[in-house]
């Protein structure tokens, strides 16, 4: 299957976009700004527990997005991470290819460009790298790249230290909802929780203002963990307006998902976010994303629902919520 990379449609060097990645006027960056002066929350994970708690209960509740720091990842680790996935895609383009996955027969793990087109049919300005990362059972090493060799020994150090923050975060988020610590991990299936990585480039782009590398959308996750390069592009929807997640050397960028949302019943919001993309710069991202099982039923927990709190979510399969997602399909 032929597919045309951003990549390498980059590369040539286009003083103007292409008509499929002008995004409809209301879209556009240029009409959209961020709005100026306000950071989005930054929580230590090194402060006492009571605070924690309170500080990620509220941008659960506020912004369904927060950065973590103290965290515990090696700045190292971050690095080789990064260098890994930038060589990737430093290799030539026939290379890359060996790797090309296929949506349409239901192969998404691999290197791909365009997970979703949208109704009008306009492009994202992006091309990544999918793969699984744990548990064990549903990893194939074979997908993942060949190249650079310390890929793998990289990212599986990478996936063991996430899984440890991963625990930390649900935990804490469960006591921010009123909950014992445990209850959000074992509703997302306990050691069979999955993390998926998703490696996103954002290739320099001709016309910025008119593009988006990734459009408006909640994640499907429970929770997304994501590291970026030190190119801006991230920017989260707050009360009518967009705001930019501003880099920060070694943080954890953390999106609360559909997942979470559904299990608190909308106590916690799915926070709607978008990517810029920049005329100069390659931008890049880590996304890790936490998912139940596909066979996990999820519906609001027992617990968050009285006469005040009524069931707003109905229960189903994350296979199934899947497949309404993918398809547009009202939840």
């Keep these: 299957m032929e597919v045309e990379r951003i990549q390498a449609l980059a590369a040539f060097g286009l003083d103007t976009l292409p008509a499929q990645f002008v995004r409809p006027s209301h879209e556009r960056p240029e009409n959209s700004p961020a ?14 527990h ?22 515990g990842i090696p700045p190292e680790l971050i690095g080789q991470l990064q260098e890994a996935g930038r060589e990737f895609f430093r290799l030539p383009q026939e290379e890359k290819e060996k790797y090309a996955n296929d949506p349409s027969k239901g192969n998404f793990e691999g290197y791909g460009t365009k997970m979703t087109k949208n109704h009008d049919e306009k492009v994202e300005w992006v091309d990544y790298f999918f793969h699984f990362m744990h548990p064990s059972g549903k990893v194939r090493h074979e997908i993942w790249p060949q190249h650079p060799p310390s890929y793998r020994e990289v990212t599986e150090e990478y996936n063991k230290e996430i899984l440890k923050v991963t625990e930390v975060l649900l ?41 988006l590398g990734v459009e408006p959308h909640t994640d499907m996750s429970a929770v997304t963990i994501l590291v970026p390069n030190d190119v801006p592009g991230l920017q989260v929807w707050k009360d009518g307006n967009w705001f930019a997640a501003d880099y920060l050397p070694d943080a954890l960028f953390c999106h609360v998902g559909d997942q979470i949302e559904v299990l608190s019943n909308g106590k916690y919001k799915s926070v709607l976010h978008r990517s810029l993309v920049n005329k100069e710069k390659t931008r890049m991202s880590w996304a890790v994303f936490v998912a139940p099982p596909q066979e996990a039923l999820i519906g609001p927990l027992p617990e968050l629902i009285n006469d005040q709190n009524p069931v707003k979510y109905s229960t189903k399969t994350f296979a199934e919520f899947r497949y309404r997602k993918f398809n547009k399909l009202p939840q």
């Excluded at 709005?35 to 006492?48: A, D, F, K, R």
């Excluded at 009571?50 to 965290?71: K, M, N, P, S, Y």
Aim: hydrophobic share 40%; with cysteine; charged share 20%.
């Design 35 to 48: 709005v100026e002066g306000v950071t989005v929350p930054v929580i230590s994970l090194s402060q006492p």
């Design 50 to 71: 009571h605070a924690l708690i309170r500080e990620i209960h509220e941008a659960c509740r506020d912004w369904g997005f927060f950065l973590v720091t103290d965290h």
């Design 171 to 211: 935990e804490l988020i469960s006591e921010g909802l009123g909950l014992e610590k445990n209850v959000l991990k074992a509703s997302l299936g306990g050691d069979q929780m999955e993390l998926e990585m998703k490696i996103n480039l954002y290739p320099p782009c001709p016309q910025p203002q008119l593009a």
